[in-house]
C-alpha cells in the first residue's frame, strides 16, 4: 500500500481533527511558509517539515510551533498501539528541509539561541540556503532517540543543493549617513556577530566557517562547493555516489580527509595533506567478522602515528528501507601509545572518499532513490596548487636568463596512491613551459636524478632540489649560483632551486619559489 493510501486507510479510522493533523499542515506569511507532513515532504532528504521563502520576524515563534506540532502527531502515533508504519520512521525530532535567499538576521539568531535541539536541517535538491537561512542550517542537530535519528540527524546538504554565507550587512537608512547613526548600525551588526559567537560551542559552527563568512562581502555569497569544506565544518553529503571498492585511494582519502576534525579534537595544529612531507604506508586489508576493513597510520604531531580505520556498511538496507542519507561506514581514530587511549569517531558520507577540491556537484545520482558507486579515482578532482616564484634558464655554466613566472603543479591520483604529475609554467611574455612526471600521490615530486625520471616539454629530463648549489656544494653549478646571486638581490648564492637538467646534458631550467 502506498503512504498516502496508507494515511488515507489510517485516517479513516480517526477523529477527523487529528486526521488533518497528520496528512498536512501548512502556514504562509509575509515571511517563510512552512509545510508539515508525519510522510516525508521530501522522501529523498527525509524531512518532515519544510521552509520555503524569505525569513522574517516571527518565523522563530512558527518554526518553534511546526516541532511542537510534529512531536504531538508523533506522540500520538505512539499512543494509538498498534504501531503505524509511519512511526518507525519518525526520529524524535524533525528534520526541516530549507529553501530560502535568507532575511532577517536576527530572527536567524533566535532560532540558533532558542531552539537548537530540537529539530535537523537539510537543503534538498535544487534548494538553496543562503545569508540567515545558512545559520539555521547550522543549527541541525543529531537526536537522542527514535529509530533513525543517528542517520538522519545533523545538517545534511545534496550535492545539487546551494549553502551560502556571507558577511551581515550594514543597513543603513538610505540618504540617512550622519556618525550617530552609522555607529549605531555598526554597534548592532557587532552584537549581532557577538550573540553568534556565544552560539558557536552549543551549535559546532566552526571557527574557519565564521572566518570564512566574515571575510565574504555582503553584496557575494560564498558556497560551500567542494568535498573538503565540507568535511571540515561537519556537513553531510547525501544523497551522493559511494565509492565502488575498498581501494588505497578510498582509504587513504577517508582518512586523511578526517584528520583536521582529528586535529582539532587534540589540539594539534592543522596541515596542509598535500605537501608531500609525510611518510606514506599503503593501507592495510584485512578480513573481520566478514567485513572488508581498511586502516593505515598517519602522522598526527605530537600524539605521533594514529591508526585509523574505515569499516563499511555490510548492509546497505537499514531495518529493511532505504534511505538515501545515510552514511558509508565508520571511521574510526585510536590514539595513544599501542592505541590503548581515546577513539574518535566519524560518520563518512560520500565527499570522505574523494580529494578535498572535488565539486560536490561531481558526487551527484543520477537517480537519488538507488545506490550509486564508482571509483574513488573516477570521481576524485586533481590536486593542484600554485607558487609565484622565479624562472630561469643556464647553459653550460652560464646564466642566460631569468623571469617571473607561476608554477603550478598537479596531481592525478589512481585508485593503488600512483599518481600523474603535470607542471606548467606561465610566464608574463614568454610561451608557457609543461613537465610530466610519474609518482605517488600527495609525497611531492619524484626527486630522482634518472636521466627518464620527466618529461619536458615532450623530451626526457631529470630533477632534483638543490638547497646550496654554490661552488662548494655537492653540485658545482655556477650558473645556478648566478642565479641565485640574481633572485636574492645579490645577498646569497644559497637558495633552494628545482633544477630540471635537459637530456643533452648542458641546458637546465631553474625554479625558485618567491617567498
Same mark, same amino acid.
Not at 144 to 153: A, N, R, T, V
Not at 274 to 296: A, C, R
Given at each position: 500500500?502506498?503512504?498516502?493510501?496508507?494515511?488515507?486507510?489510517?485516517?479513516?479510522?480517526?477523529?477527523?481533527?487529528?486526521?488533518?493533523?497528520?496528512?498536512?499542515?501548512?502556514?504562509?506569511?509575509?515571511?517563510?511558509?512552512?509545510? #508539515?507532513?508525519?510522510?516525508?515532504?521530501?522522501?529523498?532528504?527525509?524531512?518532515?517539515?519544510?521552509?520555503?521563502?524569505?525569513?522574517?520576524?516571527?518565523?522563530?515563534?512558527?518554526? #518553534?510551533?511546526?516541532? @511542537?506540532?510534529?512531536?504531538?502527531?508523533?506522540?500520538?502515533?505512539?499512543?494509538?498501539?498498534?504501531?503505524?508504519?509511519?512511526?518507525? !520512521?519518525?526520529?524524535?525530532?524533525?528534520?526541516?528541509?530549507?529553501?530560502?535567499?535568507?532575511?532577517?538576521?536576527?530572527?536567524?539568531?533566535?532560532?540558533?539561541?532558542?531552539?537548537?535541539?530540537?529539530?535537523?536541517?537539510?537543503?534538498?535538491?535544487?534548494?538553496?540556503?543562503?545569508?540567515?537561512?545558512?545559520?539555521?542550517?547550522?543549527?541541525?542537530?543529531?537526536?537522542?532517540?527514535?529509530?533513525?535519528?543517528?542517520?538522519?540527524?545533523?545538517?545534511?546538504?545534496?550535492?545539487?543543493?546551494?549553502?551560502?554565507?556571507?558577511?551581515?550587512?550594514?543597513?543603513?537608512?538610505?540618504?540617512?549617513?550622519?556618525?550617530?547613526?552609522?555607529?549605531?548600525?555598526?554597534?548592532?551588526?557587532?552584537?549581532?556577530?557577538?550573540?553568534?559567537?556565544?552560539?558557536?560551542?552549543?551549535?559546532?559552527?566552526?571557527?574557519?566557517?565564521?572566518?570564512?563568512?566574515?571575510?565574504?562581502?555582503?553584496?557575494?555569497?560564498?558556497?560551500?562547493?567542494?568535498?573538503?569544506?565540507?568535511?571540515? !565544518?561537519?556537513?553531510?553529503?547525501?544523497?551522493?555516489?559511494?565509492?565502488?571498492?575498498?581501494?588505497?585511494?578510498?582509504? !587513504?582519502?577517508?582518512?586523511?580527509?578526517?584528520?583536521?576534525?582529528?586535529?582539532?579534537?587534540?589540539?594539534?595544529?592543522?596541515?596542509?595533506?598535500?605537501?608531500?612531507?609525510?611518510?606514506?604506508?599503503?593501507?592495510?586489508?584485512?578480513?573481520?567478522?566478514?567485513?572488508?576493513?581498511?586502516?593505515?597510520?598517519?602522522?598526527?604531531?605530537?600524539?605521533?602515528?594514529?591508526?585509523?580505520?574505515?569499516?563499511?556498511?555490510?548492509?546497505?538496507?537499514?531495518?529493511?528501507?532505504?534511505?538515501?542519507?545515510?552514511?558509508?561506514?565508520?571511521?574510526?581514530?585510536?590514539?595513544?601509545?599501542?592505541?590503548?587511549?581515546?577513539?574518535?569517531?566519524?560518520?563518512?558520507?560520500?565527499?570522505?572518499?574523494?580529494?578535498?577540491?572535488?565539486?560536490?556537484?561531481?558526487?551527484?545520482?543520477?537517480?537519488?532513490?538507488?545506490?550509486?558507486? @564508482?571509483?574513488?579515482?573516477?570521481?576524485?578532482?586533481?590536486?593542484?596548487?600554485?607558487?609565484?616564484?622565479?624562472?630561469?634558464?643556464?647553459?653550460?655554466?652560464?646564466?642566460?636568463?631569468?623571469?617571473?613566472?607561476?608554477?603550478?603543479?598537479?596531481?592525478?591520483? %589512481?585508485?593503488?596512491?600512483?599518481?600523474?604529475?603535470?607542471?606548467?609554467?606561465?610566464?608574463?611574455?614568454?610561451?608557457?613551459?609543461?613537465?610530466?612526471?610519474?609518482?605517488?600521490?600527495?609525497?611531492?615530486?619524484?626527486?630522482?636524478?634518472?636521466?627518464?625520471?620527466?618529461?619536458?616539454?615532450?623530451?626526457?629530463?631529470?630533477?632534483?632540489?638543490?638547497?646550496?648549489?654554490?661552488?662548494?656544494?655537492?653540485?658545482?653549478?655556477?650558473?645556478?649560483?648566478?642565479?641565485?646571486?640574481?633572485?636574492?638581490?645579490?645577498?646569497?648564492?644559497?637558495?633552494?632551486?628545482?633544477?630540471? #637538467?635537459?637530456?643533452?646534458?648542458?641546458? %637546465?631550467?631553474?625554479?625558485?619559489?618567491?617567498?
Amino acid at each position: 500500500m502506498g503512504s498516502g493510501l496508507l494515511v488515507r486507510h489510517i485516517c479513516f479510522l480517526m477523529p477527523w481533527v487529528f486526521c488533518a493533523a497528520l496528512l498536512l499542515s501548512t502556514k504562509a506569511s509575509l515571511g517563510a511558509s512552512f509545510t #508539515r507532513s508525519i510522510d516525508p515532504v521530501d522522501p529523498i532528504m527525509s524531512c518532515h517539515i519544510k521552509l520555503e521563502g524569505p525569513i522574517e520576524k516571527g518565523d522563530q515563534e512558527q518554526l #518553534r510551533a511546526e516541532v @511542537a506540532a510534529y512531536a504531538k502527531a508523533r506522540q500520538e502515533l505512539r499512543l494509538r498501539g498498534d504501531s503505524p508504519p509511519q512511526l518507525e !520512521w519518525m526520529p524524535s525530532i524533525p528534520r526541516i528541509c530549507l529553501d530560502s535567499p535568507g532575511g532577517s538576521y536576527n530572527e536567524a539568531l533566535e532560532i540558533l539561541e532558542q531552539d537548537f535541539g530540537t529539530f535537523a536541517t537539510a537543503i534538498g535538491k535544487g534548494m538553496r540556503c543562503e545569508s540567515a537561512c545558512a545559520l539555521i542550517f547550522m543549527a541541525g542537530a543529531s537526536g537522542d532517540g527514535g529509530s533513525i535519528d543517528l542517520e538522519l540527524g545533523g545538517r545534511v546538504l545534496h550535492p545539487l543543493g546551494k549553502l551560502g554565507f556571507h558577511a551581515p550587512k550594514l543597513l543603513v537608512p538610505e540618504g540617512q549617513y550622519d556618525k550617530q547613526v552609522v555607529d549605531a548600525v555598526y554597534s548592532q551588526s557587532v552584537r549581532h556577530i557577538a550573540r553568534l559567537v556565544g552560539q558557536m560551542n552549543k551549535i559546532s559552527f566552526p571557527e574557519s566557517l565564521l572566518e570564512r563568512m566574515l571575510l565574504t562581502p555582503p553584496e557575494q555569497m560564498f558556497y560551500v562547493s567542494t568535498a573538503g569544506h565540507a568535511i571540515d !565544518w561537519r556537513i553531510r553529503v547525501a544523497p551522493a555516489v559511494f565509492p565502488s571498492e575498498l581501494s588505497p585511494l578510498a582509504v !587513504w582519502n577517508a582518512c586523511y580527509n578526517a584528520r583536521n576534525l582529528v586535529a582539532e579534537a587534540l589540539g594539534e595544529a592543522r596541515v596542509d595533506i598535500y605537501q608531500g612531507n609525510f611518510w606514506q604506508k599503503p593501507p592495510v586489508f584485512y578480513e573481520k567478522y566478514s567485513n572488508l576493513i581498511g586502516e593505515m597510520p598517519i602522522p598526527m604531531g605530537s600524539q605521533g602515528d594514529v591508526s585509523c580505520k574505515f569499516q563499511p556498511d555490510t548492509d546497505p538496507i537499514l531495518y529493511n528501507w532505504y534511505i538515501p542519507t545515510t552514511s558509508a561506514g565508520m571511521l574510526m581514530f585510536e590514539i595513544g601509545e599501542d592505541h590503548t587511549g581515546r577513539t574518535l569517531f566519524f560518520d563518512p558520507y560520500a565527499n570522505y572518499f574523494v580529494t578535498r577540491a572535488t565539486p560536490l556537484t561531481v558526487l551527484a545520482r543520477t537517480d537519488d532513490s538507488r545506490r550509486e558507486y @564508482a571509483l574513488s579515482s573516477e570521481l576524485s578532482a586533481p590536486v593542484a596548487k600554485s607558487t609565484k616564484g622565479i624562472c630561469g634558464w643556464t647553459q653550460g655554466d652560464q646564466l642566460t636568463s631569468y623571469s617571473r613566472c607561476v608554477e603550478t603543479i598537479t596531481e592525478t591520483p %589512481r585508485e593503488d596512491l600512483s599518481a600523474s604529475f603535470d607542471l606548467f609554467y606561465q610566464f608574463e611574455d614568454n610561451e608557457p613551459i609543461e613537465v610530466s612526471a610519474e609518482g605517488s600521490f600527495a609525497l611531492g615530486l619524484p626527486a630522482n636524478p634518472t636521466k627518464h625520471s620527466f618529461r619536458f616539454q615532450k623530451h626526457w629530463a631529470s630533477m632534483e632540489v638543490d638547497g646550496m648549489p654554490d661552488a662548494g656544494d655537492d653540485y658545482n653549478e655556477p650558473g645556478v649560483d648566478d642565479f641565485c646571486l640574481g633572485v636574492t638581490n645579490g645577498e646569497s648564492p644559497w637558495c633552494t632551486v628545482r633544477i630540471f #637538467r635537459m637530456e643533452n646534458g648542458q641546458d %637546465r631550467f631553474l625554479f625558485w619559489e618567491d617567498h
